[in-house]
């Protein structure tokens, strides 16, 4: 027993931390790992060793798989990439808890670690061949924001690369940038700086953001493809148009606060707000000027409604506004910021009770272990009918010659009746996994069959064109036409899902 106590409230070394991240973030990643669901553009990409992350503005993630795999492609090599990931985060996290704490206990490594267990990275982590580069993208902003240097150039130029190269890695990760920098003005006022230290701490990472932006705008942005920078229409209620999007990301931010977790996170609100008035004391306590002091504390209030709008962040600007949660990257800055409060009020109080942050740490797990189940069935059940579909093919002489076999997806929220009782109990999982579909045509190929393509020319003329013949087959779940030459895969619609009673 004492030898937990002290291990709880002694100082750590940088191996120690280092040697927790790690374990905390293997912990968290394992049943994705262990759950093997190539996750839809994974599909494509292991069949084809696929890159095409270039034009979407990604190039250190295709130099990434270049170098990694010693090859001119991305052969399939899950998962060692998202493990050496996982190292790098570990090492990044180490770097930021001796930021925030330069003599950090076990309660001081747990205010860190909503980056990684952040519930709505857990769909960033289902990319195979993303993820890793999502989370570089993660390490490099965080380098960015530790990096320390005593030449001014030097500490400006290093982070500034290391912002471009978290955009070239993934773009959305700049909300995190931005976020960790207004924590960096809490952080300041907490550590008490003198005005002209507080604001050169500001203006360094305003600069090196804006340096950061105009380094990737001329090494990876060129390569983008146009059609994926479009921005709202400024002549057309763009207010309203970002009063939709916010809208819709807090529909989706609402999903997590279903049952004991709402009590978990108003418990972590009513800490963090403690922290913020002990704060606010310490702002009131300062030796300069009542003008410079209510500067500060302006600034530290604006950085709550500052990090809310970084959830989704930049991602709230563009034309084809996209709802993933793989985009809600800042929402982890946010719950650091209610880790970081909480830490400051329940420290006061009593050195251990900051260790009472492990509860929503924990909540946090087991949402990760709900999510790798469903990802499970998720696999059994498209394997099950891929499987069925390659089988009707393959037996029937007619099918297996076909030039061509068109596959309609059909896009329904009540295929996975697996899940059935995890989505109801855990409503953020549904949206987490974001698979509305059966089957892919790029399972096929899998299973031998390689006539079968997506109908994406076509868009959905195989659902209306072809229902007035009769199926040359049919089952539970698809009929199959055949025409010809040419065959095409219509998928039924599957009706609401009804829970059992045992």
């Known amino acids: 027993m004492g030898r937990f106590k002290r291990l709880v409230s002694e100082e750590l070394g940088g191996r120690q ?4 991240f790690l374990l905390a973030l293997l912990v968290y990643v394992l049943p994705l790992i262990l759950a093997d669901y190539p996750y839809i553009d994974d599909n494509w990409r292991s069949l084809s060793a696929g890159m095409a992350w270039a034009e979407q503005g990604r190039l250190f993630t295709e130099l990434f798989y270049n170098l990694l795999t010693f090859s001119s492609g991305a052969p399939y090599i899950f998962p060692l990439p998202l493990l050496i990931a996982t190292l790098a985060m570990a090492a990044a996290l180490t770097r930021l808890t001796f930021h925030y704490y330069p003599q950090p206990t076990l309660a001081c490594c747990l205010v860190v670690l909503p980056l990684w267990y952040n519930p709505f990275f857990l769909q960033n982590l289902s990319y195979q061949y993303d993820a890793p580069a999502m989370t570089l993208s993660l390490v ?23 912002v471009a190269l978290a955009l070239g890695l993934y773009q959305v990760s700049f909300n995190v940038f931005l976020g960790l ?68 990301v807090l529909e989706k931010v609402v999903l997590l606060f279903h049952g004991g977790l709402t009590w978990v996170f108003a418990g972590l609100l009513l800490c963090a707000v403690a922290g913020a008035i002990r704060l606010g004391f310490k702002l009131a306590a300062r ?107 393959a037996s029937r002489k007619e099918l297996r010659e076909a030039k061509r076999i068109y596959l309609s997806v059909t896009y329904s929220d009540h295929w996975l009746v697996g899940a059935a009782g995890s989505f109801k109990q855990m409503p953020v999982l549904h949206y987490l996994l974001n698979i509305d579909f059966l089957v892919l045509a790029e399972n096929l190929p899998k299973l031998g069959i390689t006539n079968v393509v997506s109908e994406r020319d076509r868009r959905n003329a195989t659902r209306v064109g072809y229902q007035g013949y009769p199926p040359f087959l049919e089952n539970q779940y698809y009929r199959i036409y055949l025409l010809g030459d040419y065959g095409f895969i219509v998928m039924k619609e599957p009706g609401p899902i009804k829970l059992l009673h045992w």
């Open 181 to 248: 920098c207004c924590l960096e003005a809490l952080k300041g006022a907490n550590d008490k700086l003198a005005w002209p230290q507080w604001c050169g701490l500001l203006g360094w990472k305003l600069a090196q953001a804006i340096l950061g932006c105009l380094i990737y705008a001329v090494s990876a942005y060129p390569f983008i493809q146009h059609n994926r920078t479009s921005l709202l229409n400024w002549s057309a209620e763009p207010l309203l148009q970002l009063h939709i999007n916010i809208g819709r």
């Open 17 to 20: 931390v280092w040697l927790f």
């Open 287 to 393: 030796q300069d000027s009542p003008g410079k002091n209510l500067l500060i504390g302006l600034v530290c209030v604006l950085t709550v409604p500052v990090l809310t709008l970084l959830v989704s962040g930049m991602a709230l600007f563009f034309r084809d506004f996209n709802e993933g949660a793989r985009t809600l990257m800042g929402f982890a800055v946010l719950l650091l910021l209610l880790f970081y409060l909480s830490h400051l009020a329940l420290a006061h109080i009593h050195e251990r009770l900051p260790l009472l942050l492990v509860i929503p740490l924990l909540a946090m797990l087991s949402l990760s272990y709900a999510y790798g189940r469903v990802l499970t069935v998720q696999k059994v059940f498209a394997a099950s009918a891929a499987s069925s579909m390659a089988y009707d093919i």
């Open 140 to 162: 490099a902003v965080i380098c960015g924001i530790t990096f320390r240097h005593p030449s001014r150039i030097v500490q400006w130029l290093v982070p500034s690369f290391l």
